[in-house]
Every structure is written in C-alpha cells, then in structure tokens.
C-alpha cells in the first residue's frame, strides 16, 4: 500500500502518514473457524494510510487555490455579465432552437439574431463560433440597445459589427467587401479590442484582417456578441466553455477558464497517470507465473482501487466539465494506457457521470476529426481515429459510446466522412496542375501528387474501417448481452428510419449526402473484410428472400414491390408459410405502425427513447417562437450544399443520459438474436439508395463544369492564334482566357480530389459488388414465385442507381469496364432483369414500376447498353418487345412509347439528330427542370435489331399488331387534339387587346401533348418503313382500316399545321418574331412535319419505285389511301414541301371515287350533343363535307331532329361490337367485313375532339 | 441510483443468507432460477471478501475508528473488512444491504436508507454489480475465477469486492442556471468612465437600391459589349444583333395600341408622330388635353444641355461608344425623339409570313448584314434607349406637379422614367441635379469601374460571355428589363445572373462612377442647383436576397398610373 502511495503520490505523502501512525499493529490473526481466506485483513498501517489519504488530497487541492489574485472589479475588467456566458434567449429576434447549454444555436426563420448575456465596454476580448453551415450569417459585436428585426440584423444597425463569409462581407450598415468565403466546420474568431477600437475577424486561426478601426466607445455603450442568422443556417457559439481552438494573443475569452478546477485537474491526471503505470491488470499468463502465491487479502488490485477510490471522487466532478475533458483529459488518454484507465473509471465512476464524459470525449473528438486538414496528410483526423480506435478497444466502453453515444449525440457516420481539402491545402498536394493542351512534363507530377493524395487517404480509410471493424465484432456477445455487431447494426436501422424521416419532417436532421457516401464505402468494405474473415465469400452473395419475408430485418414503413407487408401477409399468407416451413410465426397481426417503431436496444428505455424522438418535431412547431431545451442543438435541416455538414457537436441533456443508465446494466432481459451478415448487407443498400448515390451523381457536375471550362479556353486559344490584328479585341480575349486559366487550375485542383478519393477503381468495384449483390438477391427472389413481392422498393432503386453511378457518373473518370456476371455480361445479365419485370405483375408498387421502366429508358438510350441488351437471350427481348407492344389503352403508355421511339429515333426521317436542327441556336430562355421530352435531348442510338423485332412481332402476330396500332392512332388522335385546342386558346390569348396571362401548366401542357403527338407519330413511322405490309397488304384484315386511319390522322395533322392561319402558325410566329412563350419553344413545324413525312415517304415510297413497272392504280393502295383521304389537300403537302401548289390536282384521275357517300354514321355516346350541334348548323360530314343524310342514336333509331327522313333504318352489327367509351369505331373482331363494304359507303368517323367534352 | 432492471421481479428477499461460522456444508439453496442452470460446482457458498471504502465528507465524519466507537461490531468491521460467505444465488443488492449493516448501520433498515450511495465492485475485473445481479454472476465477471479452472489452486482465492461510496451530488447540480445579460441601467453604471472615441461616428450609408435597376441596366449595356468583342468573329451574333434591330425598328413605330384617329388628329395639327403619341397616351387618349400639352411644351430647347451632355459622355466613356450621346443616332434627333405608344407589350406584333420550315433559330450560315458588329451593336442600344425614350408613358399628375415646382418638362420626364414613375424618387434625382443628364445613365459603365471589373473577373462570368445566347439574354434584359425573372429561371443564364447580381450586391458602394462625379462637378462649376445628394428615406435593409431580390423595374408601371 505504501508503495502504491508512494508511487503514485509521491514520498511526502508516505512521509506524512507514516509520523501519524502512533500503534503500529501486527497482522491481525483471526479465528481459524471464521477465517476461510489466508489472511483478510487490513494491514492497520495501511487502514491509516487510507484514513489519511483523502484529507491529504484534499489540503493538496486546496493549497492549489491559495494565491488566488482578487478579482478585478468590473470597471477594471471591462466585463459584465453572468460568470457563465452563454445566448440570452430574451434577445430573440426571429425562431430559434438552441441547444441545451445555450450556445449551439439554429435559425428557423428568414433572419434571426441572438445576443450573449455578456459584454465588455474596456480591455481586449474574443470568442469562437463553429459553423454548422455555410449559409448566410452575420457574426459579430452589437450593443444592447441594437433593435434587430426580420430584416436587420447584427451589422445592418450603426452600433453593430458583423462578417458574413458566405456573401464575404462585413456589415455595418454600408457593406463592403471583406475576408474569405467560409465553409462548414469552420471556425470564426471574433475579436473586439475596445481599448483601441478595433473589430477583426479570424478564420481558422487565420486573420482576415482588420474589420472595423472606429468602433465606438463611450459610456454607455458595451458591446455583446451578436449572431443573425438566415434560415436553416446553425453554428456553435464558444464563449470560453471549453478552450478556443484558436485562441487570439492577447485577446480573453469572455468566459473565465475554470482555473482552479485546471490546477486540480493537473495534479489529479498526474496521479492518476501514475496510478494507471504501476496498475497491472491481470492477465492468464501473468497469474500462471504467480500461480504459487498465496492469494493476498487484500490484492494488490485492491489496493489500488482504494487508492484510486479517492482519486476519482475528485476527478469525476472534473470529468463532466467539458472544459477539462477538452483541456487536459483529451491530453491525457492520448499518452497513457486507455485500456487501463477505461477499466478503473468503469469501477470507480458513476455510470452517469461515465456516460458524459465519453460523450464530451466523442464531441472532442469529432470536432478534432472535422477539424479542416491544413495538409493531404490528415494528422488531426487520424490522431482523432487511433484514440477513438483505443478506446474502442475497451469493450463495455464501445458498448456503452454504441448505445448512449454514437447515433445519439454524436453523429457517428461523420467519422467515416472524408471531408475535401479546401483550395489552399490543394494547392500544397497538387502544386501543378495539367489538362489536355499543357505541358506533358506536368502530367506525370500531377498524377503523381494523385496518387499520393490516394495514399493518404488510403492511410485515412483504413483507420475508419478498423474503427468500424471494431463496432462489428460479434465475439463479445454474451448471454443477456448483445453483441456490439447486433447493437452497431440496430443502431444503424434507427439511423436509417431517421433519415427518412427527416425527408418528411422538416426538423428532423438529415446526415448529408457526402457522408453517406463515406459510411457507405466504409461499411460495404467491412463487410466484404467480414466475409473473408467469416469464410463465406462467394460469387453469390445476396440478402437471402426468407429475411424479407419473416421481417427480420424491421423495415418499418418501407414499401414492399408488391405493396405494404401487412397486405402482403395477409394475401400471401399460404405461399409464405410454405416457403418459411411451419416452424414460421407470423409476427403478431397489425400493430400499430407506433409500436412498430418501437423496437430497440432494450425494449423499455428504447422505447422511452423513441417516443422522444417521435415528439420532438411536435414539441417543436409547438413551440417555435421561443428557443426550448431539449436535445435538439443543431438538428435543424441542413442545407443541402455540398459540403455542408451538419454540426455534430451536440450536448448533453441531463434527463436523458439519466433515462439511459438503465440500458448499460440492466439488459438482461435483452431478447436480440445475433443479426446475420446480410443485414449489413441489407443496411449498406439502403444507405446507397438514402444518400450515397446522389453524392456520386453530384460530383459529376464539377467534372463537367471543368469540362466547360476546359472547352471554352481551347475555343478562346484558337480564336486569339487566327485574330490577325491585336488591338482591343484581342486583348480582351486574352484577358479571359487568363481568368479561366486560373479558374481551371482550381478545378483541375478538385478533380484530383475526386479521382483520389471519389471516383477511384477501389470505388469503382464497390459498386460493382452491390450491383451484383442486388441483383442476384433480386434473381433468386424471383424464382420463388409470388414471394418477389416481399422484395424492400429500394433494392430497385438501389440498383439502378449503382449502374446509373458506375456508368454515367463514375465512367469518364474511372473507366467502366463490362463485369462478368454468372458468365454473362454485367449488363446483359442487368437488362435481361429489367426486361423481365418491368411488367412484371408481382411488381405492384408504382414508384418501383416507375424505376424500372425509367430504368429501361435509360438502357435503350446508349450504345453500350443497348448493344449489352441485344446480346439477351431471343426469348428475353421477345418479351420485352410484346411487353412493349401491349395496347395503350388502360396502362400508362407515355413511357413505353418513348421507349420505342428510342430504338427508332436515328433511323427516322430527319430523325437522326441530338437535338433538332431547329433547336440548336434558340435565344430564348427555357425554363429550369423543364423536362418536357424525353427524347429531344438523347444522342440517337437506333436499334435495327429490335426494329425488326418489333416488325416481326406485328406481322406474325395480326392481333396484337391490330390491337396495338389502333391504339397508337387512337392516342394520337386523342394528343394532337388536345394540342390544337390547346394552341387555339393560346392564339386566342394572344388576340385579345389587353395582357392575358396563360397558366404556365397549360403552356406546359400543350408542349407536352405536342411531344406525345411527336412520339406517336414516330412510333407508326417505324411500323410503317419496317412492316409496311401491316397497313398495305390485302391479305391482312385489318390492313385496309388502319391504312385509312392512318391516312385519315395524316391529313388531319398536315393541314392544321401547314396552313398559313391556324392558331399553330400564328402562335410558331409569335415566337419566331422573338416573343418568347416560356416552354413552348421545342413546338415547331420542323419536328412534326418531319414526323409526317416520314410517314408517308415510308407508305409511298416503295410503291413510287413500282409504279414504273405496273401502271395499275389499284396496285398502290397507300397511294390510294392517302389520296382518296376526304380531308387530303394538295396545298397541305406543297406547304410542307414548302413550294407552291401546283394548280393541277389529279386526285379525280387517281381517285375516281372521290366524294364517297355517307350511309352511315358512327355515333358516339359522350359526344352525342356536340354532333348533334355541329349538325343542326352544316348538315354535312366533318371531313369531307359530304352531306349527311341522317343520324342514328345508340339503339339504331333515326333522330328525328336531323332531317330529312332517312331512309328506314337497318342498325349495323359493327355498332354493337364496338361500343367501349374509349375505342374508337371498330369493326367487330369477329367479322371483320360483316355490314360493310370496304370499297363503298361507309367511312368510319371518329371526332376529334371527342376528349375535350368530357 | 442504480435502478436500471425491474424491482419488482427481485425474488424472496432473504432465502440465502450469510453463515456467521462453520462451513457451509449444510445450507440449504432454494434460488431455482441460477441453480437449475448453473453446474453443481457452483451451489456451494463463494466466499467473498468485501472492502469498505472509506469516504470523504466535507465535513469531519465519523471514520471507521468512531464508528467502532460507537458500535459493538463483529470483528473487521472497524478496519473496513468482512469476510463472508454468500450463496452465487444471492441477488448483489442484498449483499450490499447486508454489508453496509455490517459496517455502518445497526440494521438492515437503516442500511437499506444508504443503498443508493454505494455500490459494489468486483476488484478481479473492475466490475460494478447492477442490483440484479447475482452473487454467483461473480463467476462470469471475475477472472480470477475462471482460473479455477485452470488450476486448483485457484479454488482458495476468494472474490474482492469493494463497497464504495458515490460522490454526494449536491442536489440540482444538473439543473444549469442561465441568467440574463446585463441590463443596461448596469451598463450605464459600469461605463460610466469610459472615454468617448468615435462617439459621433456615422455609419457610410447603405447604397440606395432605388438606383439599382438603373445601374444594371448600365451593367448589362457594358456587359453585352464586352460579350460582342469577346464573339466578334462568330455570324450567328452579328445575325443575332442584326435581327433584334430589325425588331426593334419595327417596336419603335409601332402605335397600334392607340387609337389611330386621336393620333391622326394630332399629327395633323403638325406635332411629330412620336411625340404626339407619347403625350396622347400619357394624357389618356384625350386630345384635347394632349393637343394643349403638345402646344405648351415644345420640345428642342435643349440644345446647349445636349452638347454639354456630349462632352460628358466623350469624358466620362474612355471607349468612346458614348460618342453619339444618345437622342438618337443621326436620323433620330432630339428634336423628334417624341414618341408615343404605351406600355410595352410582350405579345404583339404582326405574324411573319415565313415557310414553316424556317425556325426560330437565328440563321447560321450568311452573314445578315456586311457591316460591322460593333456599328450594328451601337445603333441597336440606341435603338433600344429611343424605344424606351419613345414608348414611356409618364404619370400625368406628377408630371404636371413636377413642371409647376420649375422644372423643365423635359428633364421632369427623364427622371420619372428614369425611377420608373415614382415621385419621391424622382424628385430626388431632380434635384440632385442629374435629370438634365440621365440619358447619360442609359450608357454602359466604364470597363474601369471596379464593379464592372470585379464582375468580368468571375470565371462563371466568363464563361457566358462566350455564349451567343448571353447577348441575346442581356440583350433582352436591356429592352425588357421584367424578364430578369424568366431568364433568371433558365439554367443556360442563371449561373451568369446570379453572379452579376452577386458581386454587384458586393461592390455596389463602388459604383459612384467617373460619370457621376463627372456630371457632380459640372453641375456645381455651371453654378446650377447645388447638388447635394439628399439622404433617401427608408433604406432596404441589407439582407434583400440578393438573387431572388426585387428589381424595381424603370418602365413597369403602375396600370392605375398609365391610363
């Protein structure tokens, strides 16, 4: 015992002890009856020693305090104020939510501005705030009579003083121009030196230069920090709580330090480091060398304890200032034993006081971690992750961070995070810089400065994933006590739910994209380590059907593709207890989705813990005027830049960490089964879909900016090397191309980062990893029948996006490489998938039909991909090509209409550009996310295989090619209709004398059902150049009609469009005289007449090469067809042509039969009144003008109304078979000639604008 | 303290208890929960050996020594040691009553009032025992023991427990006490001694957003000039160029929205068309109070201001594209820059008879017009600056009250268009002195202006100046300065707007210009109405958003106003 003393104390202590000690007693002997150990005694010296120890510890601490200089008074101070400093919540201008200790703090208005309880009139002063965005804020020094408002804020009034890094400003009334753009995890020091009036502004630790130099000062006027927030916007005031980061010279913080505590806290860490070296914890092999001993009572470990019992008592009240935990315990663990000391602060802390200190331990460290790394070489954060890996490895603490600590106050995915370098550190990993055009030498230094950045980072990654290997052992699991793996992966599920929570609730915190992208790589490698640890890595690795369907795996609310999992139990019930064996409970029938929610670490206090979750965003729109106290600091929604992160530093609550105690010991009613492999697994897919993908995708654009960039200096390098004379012309070029020099410097600068970090082949094949995981999940899904539907919605997603990433976005950079998939190609394998269900019946959820289908767009619309399609099996894209050729009635059709037109667009006539040639040069501003046509914009990749395909299918076929293409000529007619009523409104809005606004939706919608008509059109062009036999060929039945149809629709579009006073040209004139129409501007006469021409050039085309040999007007029957269309005018076609008409029309000589009679006329039910109108004015046909005899209703019966008496009556059978509201007039399928006579007097008749009257 | 499993489920509180002396041989166990599981070795008692930990009190306390003083207590209690046997079945809590009975309470009761300040630890492991926690877990706790089975000899170590006392919380420690900032009646007192410095200091004032419009516009007039020298050598530009001017030409003439006759009458009283029709809109179509107008206010005194307003522009626009200050280029003279018309209209315009193949596109192939881009470039500007000239319908009231406070008809017009026909605005700029010269500030900005250069420094900025459909973007933003918000929303221009507008926002107070102090001091030299710039009320506050701002446009009226 003395020795320990001596040791760790130091001699005088012993010394002291020892002249005290006045009976020096022997080694008690006791009773042999009662004493069952050799010796379990106190040695009395020791008793003594111990007696005395605490009152010694205690006049050592207090000799600390003596010498304690008086207090200056506060005129001489120059400081008014609580002695703890913190926003005063009374100040509030706008809504805020503010953290529990009052300095982190959140905008939830337009512009809110909080001031601090402190001021200071006299003496130097300085305080910290750490941004936890990168949005608007003025931060700076006001006084207390500065009225803020809504609009005003700190700076915008004369006595207040702020800079605002995101518009790189200072304020103070008048705005000028100021210091450097700031960044989130950036930390601003604000210094206000009273004595000699002056305001500066530093960012990290860097000054930005005096700010303001005529601050004034007279009595009266003292100055508090002051903050103005935009909306959304957080930061992290330190007004001296816990150290500055970087702390000014010269320059006080407004916050006393806690001297005394730091002079305890010195001399405490200094026995305690000493305790820690002579402590030995027990090992096997050391007790198997002591195994002879006689068992000591009391141990030497003992012993230390009851030392160390008295060193703590102090401590632990030290332990909770996150001040000394910054200040001198962060020091400490990082020189001494952490295993050890974790070990007796276990024993010898109270849990409570255990729990924050860990939790300010993890604050400090993630700030560290978050720190901006002034060097490729990360010190800071890997300093920060080998201690967090240190202190992980001490089990029931990384038990207790998993449960109390990560995920709760502290975001632990932001250690995976990589934050980029900003552009100075860049500057000093890539000091030069090559793009195509420079010197080659360049190259090699600028790849190399990659690859060295790509080590480091390498460096960097690989201690996170020790980190995270070390949250995924399963070995430490005991009875009653889960593991970590199977709290880590619960604690994941819940980091999962909130994130998609806080899609819906705006307060609730979304973890930014670039750190899912970071925890997702991090976690899909642990994995992949994890499977070669485990032994179990194959080709197939997949997330096993059985834990989608048992609910295993906890989905909470997510969408199945057959629908919710509780109607899926429901109807699926017998198919599930077949495949899950009648071992199978179901889970208990509907709880309440709230219940559902509530499964946890432990049951009771997780769901303590979730039910303060869920209220929170009630709590706060409750209360959203006045700050609330709660746990919320920081969790305002992040904005949605870049770079942006969200704070992490998030404080303590008192009732909270209490609640929590519970969980650490008392989990032996824990019922967690020990989760498989394929969670993670599960996990990692949902992350990718959640967040990771959208950073990929992000980070395309700066390629191509830079692309931009790049393209514009090489246009501008060759524009000087042609300008013959200098003068100002050239200057001016040259000046620009000096600017964007510099500009892609920088870029090329963050594409190394990118390409190092982001795009790398490591990454590369991560993805490939899931896109195969995905898919064998889903193709082994598949074969189980029904059961697909229990299949999660974003594994769909998941996986379009990892292809969509691995092609589009990663591809340039890190080149795509086609993977083996089972033998096949990764594509193929991937299209054959999709072809397979994206009209698969057991895929009910639309959204997942949407991806698919979406999914199949994107694949038909590029080479390689098209081409990986083609190489399916035959059966596979027969399939797709019927799946495709469905009739449109009763389905959305839209989408797979474009798809055809995709495999036709390049072939078509004036069909094979990217953009229109119309299109190419247009000055008119276009709308953001006008998305109206899908194909406008698609470089054209047509497809002759499935071309013929699709001809195949439709002559082999003559039903479905006659269902399918009536319901093209069915839509089309519906789409140009809606699009010439539609213009006519527009034109008429455009005659009227005074402004007339049109709805930008219905400008939107005209331009829309113009692109459908386009679709459509081009769809019947393929049909007609690939199968014209379809429409021409007498042997079909139902060739004669359609080609009449089709002629019919022809003519109709050709001569509204061309003729020189519809509603389409004055409105096309309008625009060509430079009025723009918003979204209008892609309608055009150049598409659509190029899409009718294509149409008739495939109908006449062939038989004009004939017509030399056979002169029989009869062997032409599209000719024919066309010509003898009632509505066909030759102007129509001149127009298009765009000559003159030629006087002479020889359609009576091609058509002897040009005025063919009505009988009959088709009726339709819903347009029953307009036809009725139309023909109580004209008596005579819509089309053709012939004059019309007489009208039956639906039961044969003349009106009588429509004179003159017809002759009697004799009701069609064609009538009766085609009686469906939406089809058009049919003949009966059945019989196909019965009633009528395809050369003679009947003419089907179809109006149309039957759609507008409904 | 530690309550973290259910009491309630604690079973029969004392079936086990501890055996004073002799062996344990014949105790009887009934805790059948451990035993069924746990293997026979385990039924026997464990000894264990508890060590109180002796604690602090602020104040001075009984030590153990008193204690024992004051109690007759079993052997080792006033050392702090108890040696004792225990069943592995005995829930820890229990243990730890029995053990603070033992060292400091006469009984169970009094020492179950202490449980909640002490807690046992296991010395092997550094364990603390939860409250369920059972004796036997020392078991899996303690190493020490799993050596047993290693070696026998391990069968004689007994488990060390320490009974330690928690620290006493002062009670709401974990409430934190915010206080509220000081009051100012404290601060009063406080700074009482404190020197003045700066005390009268006035804050520069915040830059007048009423002139922004008008400064843009000179920022895009600038701007388009530099895009057209950067494009110079491309066609579809000067074709571009050359198409707007043909429209605009056409813009210019066109009155249709007046009633003809009215018009009519007036030209044939002799007064030019432009005109005719500008005050012939501006006096609601009546033409009778135009007529009177048009005979009272004859314009074309204003000769001399013209040559004086030249001579600024030749100063004030080292480029020299400033030469023909505006009033028209050759053709249009001052004297009939009379227009008339109303509010410009976005639709209207007679259809184009055109093939309907042509397209919107401007023609890339041949060249419209041989001449000169920068030729072309001057005459549309002016083109433009006579449509807006021509087609501005002034309030009539104001116009009027401003002609009777004595200022000229012509410079009262100016101005009103200038602020776009507000009245507080107007008068201020009036007064300024200025109003004799706006249509110098329908000219672009000198290339030194540090806003125009900060702006052509952005790279972003750069990279539009490059693109033809910039020109036709700020082309149009000249003519119609409303469609700022549609061309914001096109995603081909907003990246280069929004920076213009940022770094304008940013530099704004480096606008006063050359021009400005040009014209500042020729008005004073001339001894004309002191110019000193009157202080605007209200300024906007300094957060407008400075790209979805508001852009108070110069020629949207107020319809109330027009007719």
């Known amino acids: 015992m003395e020795e320990i003393v001596r040791n760790v104390f130091g001699d005088n202590f012993v010394e002291t002890t020892r002249t005290r000690r006045n009976s020096p007693s022997p080694i008690r002997a006791r009773k042999s009856g009662r004493s069952l150990s050799p010796i379990a005694a106190f040695d009395t010296k020791d008793r ?118 995101n518009r790189v400003r200072k304020w103070n009334v008048a705005t000028y121009r100021y210091g450097e753009p700031w960044l989130s995890g950036d930390i601003i020091g604000v210094t206000i030196d009273c004595d000699d009036h002056k305001i500066e502004f530093y960012r990290n630790g860097r000054s930005l230069g005096v700010a303001f130099s005529n601050v004034k000062s007279a009595p009266g006027v003292a100055y508090l920090p002051g903050v103005s927030l935009g909306d959304g916007e957080n930061l992290v005031a330190n007004f001296g709580a816990t150290p500055y980061k970087y702390p000014v010279k010269g320059f006080s913080p407004l916050q006393d330090p806690p001297e005394s505590d730091l002079k305890k806290g010195k001399l405490l860490f200094g026995w305690l480091a000493n305790l820690i070296e002579v402590f030995e914890p027990p090992s096997p092999k050391n007790g198997s060398k002591v195994v002879t001993a006689v068992q000591q009572v009391p141990s030497r470990k003992a012993k230390f304890y009851l030392v160390g019992a008295r060193i703590f008592r102090q401590l632990s009240q030290l332990l909770v200032s996150p001040y000394i935990v910054e200040a001198q315990f962060m020091p400490f663990l990082q020189t001494t034993n952490v295993e050890t000391c974790l070990t007796v602060m276990w024993a010898l802390i109270e849990d409570q006081d255990l729990i924050k200190c860990m939790e300010y331990v993890c604050i400090s460290l993630l700030t560290k971690f978050r720190q901006s790394a002034s060097s490729g070489e990360f010190p800071n954060q890997k300093a920060s992750l080998s201690l967090l890996k240190r202190i992980l490895n001490h089990e029931r603490t990384r038990k207790l961070l998993l449960k109390n600590v990560f995920f709760e106050r502290v975001r632990f995915p ?104 970071c925890f997702f790589h991090r976690l899909l490698t642990a994995h992949a380590d994890l499977l070669k640890s485990e032994g179990t890595l194959d080709e197939n690795v997949h997330v096993p059907l059985k834990a989608f369907c048992d609910d295993g795996m906890k989905y909470f609310d997510c969408n199945r593709l057959g629908g919710a999992y509780a109607y899926l139990r429901r109807t699926l019930r017998k198919e599930l207890a077949e495949f899950l064996g009648p071992d199978f409970v179901p889970p208990p029938q509907p709880r309440s989705e709230h219940a559902d929610s509530l499964h946890g670490i432990v049951a009771v206090t997780a769901s303590v813990d979730e039910l303060s979750r869920i209220a929170r965003p009630h709590q706060i729109n409750v209360d959203v005027v006045l700050a609330f106290e709660g746990d919320t600091a920081g969790e305002s929604s992040d904005s949605t830049d870049t770079s942006t992160e969200d704070e992490d530093i998030r404080n303590a609550s008192g009732h909270r960490g209490a609640q929590l105690i519970g969980t650490m010991r008392a989990s032996t009613s824990e019922v967690l089964k020990e989760p498989a492999l394929h969670e993670l697994l599960d996990d990692v897919v949902w992350i990718f879909h959640l967040g990771a993908h959208k950073q990929i995708a992000k980070m395309t654009a700066l390629r191509e900016n830079l692309d931009e960039f790049l393209a514009a200096e090489k246009d501008l390098r060759k524009k000087i090397s042609v300008l013959k004379d200098g003068g100002s012309v050239k200057e001016e070029l040259e000046a620009s191309s000096q600017i964007l020099k510099e500009k892609i410097s920088d870029e090329v600068r963050h594409m190394a980062w990118v390409s190092a970090v982001i795009y790398t082949k490591n990454r590369q094949q991560d993805l490939i990893f899931l896109t195969k995981v995905i898919m064998e999940t889903l193709n082994r899904a598949s074969k189980v029948g029904s059961l697909l539907a229990f299949v999660p919605d974003f594994y769909i997603d998941s996986l379009c996006e990892c292809v969509q990433a691995i092609r589009v976005h990663m591809h340039p950079t890190v080149p795509f490489t086609d993977a083996k998939f089972h033998g096949k190609s990764l594509l193929t394998a991937l299209g054959s998938l999709i072809a397979q269900h994206f009209a698969d019946e057991r895929v009910i959820f639309s959204d997942s039909k949407d991806s698919l289908i979406e999914a199949l767009a994107t694949f038909v619309s590029s080479e390689q991909t098209l081409r990986a399609m083609e190489n399916m099996k035959r059966e596979e894209s027969e399939i797709l090509i019927r799946m495709l050729l469905r009739p449109y009635e009763s389905r959305p059709w839209a989408q797979t209409n474009w798809i055809l037109v995709r495999l036709w667009k390049g072939d078509g006539f004036g069909f094979r550009y990217t953009e229109t040639p119309n299109q190419q040069q247009q000055f008119y501003p276009k709308m953001t996310g006008e998305g109206i046509s899908h194909t406008n914009h698609i470089k054209p990749c047509p497809s002759p295989f499935y071309q013929k395909m699709v001809a195949e299918l439709l002559v082999k076929d003559p039903e479905l090619c006659k269902v399918f293409l009536n319901s093209v000529l069915n839509q089309l007619n519906w789409a140009f209709s809606e699009f010439i009523g539609m213009m006519q409104e527009i034109q008429n809005a455009f005659s009227r004398p005074d402004r007339v606004f049109i709805e930008s939706r219905q400008l939107k919608m005209c331009s829309t059902c113009f692109d459908l008509t386009l679709a459509l059109l081009r769809v019947l062009e393929m049909c007609v150049v690939r199968c014209p036999e379809v429409f021409t060929s007498s042997k079909r039945p139902s060739a004669d009609l359609l080609l009449s149809r089709l002629c019919q629709v022809l003519c109709q579009i050709l001569n509204r469009v061309s003729t020189s006073v519809g509603s389409f040209n004055q409105v096309w004139s309008a625009i060509v005289i430079g009025l723009s129409i918003p979204s209008m501007e892609a309608v055009t006469h150049y598409p659509i007449l190029a899409a009718v021409a294509g149409i008739v050039l495939g109908l006449i085309e062939p038989e004009m090469k004939e017509k030399r040999t056979k002169e029989s007007v009869g062997e032409l029957p599209a000719t024919k067809a066309l010509l003898s269309d009632p509505s066909f005018q030759m102007s129509s076609v001149a127009a298009m042509l765009g000559r003159t008409p030629p006087t002479l029309t020889p359609l009576s000589k091609l058509s002897p039969r040009s005025k063919p009679k009505h009988d009959k006329v088709f009726s339709f039910k819903e347009c029953e009144k307009c036809v009725a109108q139309y023909l109580m004015n004209r008596r005579e046909c819509f089309f053709c003008k012939t004059v019309i005899s007489g009208v039956l209703d639906d039961d044969g019966k003349l009106i009588p109304d429509l004179k003159p008496p017809p002759p009697p009556p004799v009701p069609s059978p064609s009538e009766s078979g085609a009686e469906g509201p939406v089809q058009g007039p049919q003949p009966n399928p059945n019989r196909p000639n019965a009633g009528m006579d395809p050369v003679d007097n009947i003419v089907s008749y179809t109006l149309p604008f039957r759609n507008r009257h409904r | 303290m530690r309550k973290g499993g259910k009491v309630g489920e604690a079973k029969g509180s004392s079936d086990v208890t501890v055996a004073p002396s002799g062996p344990v041989a014949t105790r009887s166990i009934k805790d059948e929960d451990d035993m069924d599981t746990k293997p026979a070795v385990e039924e026997r008692p464990v000894h264990v050996v508890i060590f109180l930990d002796t604690p602090i009190d602020l104040k001075p306390s009984p030590s153990p020594t008193a204690l024992k003083a004051k109690r007759k207590k079993q052997d080792g209690a006033e050392d702090g040691v108890w040696d004792t046997l225990v069943s592995p079945g005995q829930l820890s809590k229990h243990l730890r009553t029995k053990a603070l009975a033992f060292f400091l309470a006469d009984d169970e009761a009094a020492a179950q009032k202490l449980m909640d300040n002490y807690r046992l630890v296991l010395v092997d492991s550094g364990v603390v025992f939860s409250d369920e926690d059972s004796v036997g877990s020392v078991e899996t706790k303690s ?135 500008q005050v012939l809109a501006m006096t609601r179509q009546n033409v009778k109070n135009a007529a009177g107008w048009l005979a009272k206010y004859p314009r074309g005194a204003t000769d001399a201001q013209l040559d004086a307003a030249r001579s600024i522009a030749e100063a004030g626009k080292p480029s020299g594209a400033g030469k023909k200050a505006n009033r028209g280029t050759g053709k249009a003279s001052p004297l009939n820059r009379a227009a008339l018309a109303s509010s410009p209209r976005i639709y209207s315009g007679s259809p184009l008879s055109q093939s309907p193949f042509a397209t919107g596109a401007v023609n890339t192939e041949r060249p419209a017009s041989a001449r000169p881009w920068d030729e072309v470039l001057k005459e549309l500007l002016d083109m433009m600056n006579d449509y807006h000239r021509s087609h501005f319908v002034p309030h009539f009231g104001m116009m009027k009250s401003l002609i009777e406070m004595g200022f000229e008809e012509e410079e009262v017009e100016d101005s009103l268009r200038i602020t776009g026909n507000k009245r507080g605005p107007a008068l201020e700029w009036l007064l300024s002195g200025k109003g004799k010269y706006s249509s110098l500030y329908e000219q672009g900005l000198p290339r030194e202006n540090l806003v125009i250069a900060a702006i052509i420094k952005q790279p972003i900025v750069q990279l539009a100046l490059l693109k033809p459909k910039t020109i036709a973007a700020l082309l149009n933003l000249i003519e119609a300065p ?36 040009h014209v500042l001091k020729l008005l004073q030299g001339k001894g004309k109405k002191a110019s000193v710039p009157i202080a605007l009320p209200a300024p906007r506050a300094s957060l407008a958003n400075p790209v979805a701002g508001p852009v108070n446009n110069p020629v949207v009226e107020d319809p109330s106003d027009v007719r």
């Open chain 1, 48 to 165: 003594s020693l111990l007696d005395r120890l605490d009152a010694r510890i205690a006049s050592q601490l207090d000799s600390t305090n003596k010498g304690k200089s008086e207090k200056l008074p506060v005129e001489k101070l120059g400081r008014l104020g609580p002695a703890k400093v913190h926003f005063d919540i009374a100040t509030h201008v706008g809504s805020f939510i503010v953290g529990p200790d009052r300095v982190g703090v959140g905008s939830q208005s337009h512009f809110s501005s909080l001031k601090a309880n402190v001021c200071v009139f006299k003496g130097k002063w300085q305080y910290e705030v750490l941004l936890g965005s990168k949005g608007v804020m003025q931060v700076g020094w006001c006084t207390k009579d500065c009225q803020f408002s809504e609009e005003n804020g700190v700076g915008d009034t004369i006595d207040s003083y702020s800079y605002d890094g």
């Open chain 1, 414 to 517: 932001t250690f995976m995070h990589l934050k980029p370098l900003d552009d100075d550190a860049l500057k000093v990993v890539a000091p030069v810089v090559y793009w195509e055009g420079r010197d080659e030498k360049d190259k090699a230094v600028y790849e190399t400065s990659i690859a060295k950045l790509g080590r480091e980072v390498g460096e960097l990654e690989k201690l996170q994933l020790d980190v995270l290997k070390q949250l995924l052992i399963t070995t430490d699991g005991k009875p009653g006590e889960p593991s970590s793996r199977c709290l880590f992966l619960h604690k994941i599920r819940r980091f999962i739910k909130e994130n998609i929570w806080s899609a819906r609730i705006p307060l609730m915190m979304q973890t930014p994209t670039p750190v899912m992208l």
């Open chain 2, 143 to 277: 190493k020490a023991l799993e050596l047993t089975k290693v070696h026998p000899i391990y069968k004689h170590f007994s488990p060390e427990m320490l009974l330690l006392k928690s620290p006493v919380k002062p009670l709401g420690s974990d409430t934190k006490d915010f206080e509220r900032g000081p009051t100012n009646a404290e601060i009063n007192k406080v700074t009482g001694q404190v020197k003045k410095a700066f005390a009268e200091r006035v804050a520069d004032p915040p830059y007048s957003l009423l002139e922004m419009p008008l400064q843009m516009r000179r920022l895009f007039v600038t701007l388009v000039e530099c895009c057209c020298k950067l494009q110079s050598e491309d066609v579809v530009v000067l074709n571009l160029l050359v198409q707007t001017l043909e429209r605009i030409k056409t813009k210019v003439e066109d009155f249709s929205d007046l009633d003809s006759e009215k018009l009519k009458t007036l030209t044939d009283m002799g007064f030019p068309k432009r005109r005719a029709a």
């Open chain 2, 482 to 517: 409303m469609t700022l918000q549609i061309w914001m929303s096109d995603p081909d221009v907003n990246g280069f707007l929004g920076s213009v507008i940022r770094v304008f926002h940013a530099e704004k107070h480096n606008m006063d210009t050359a021009l400005d102090s």
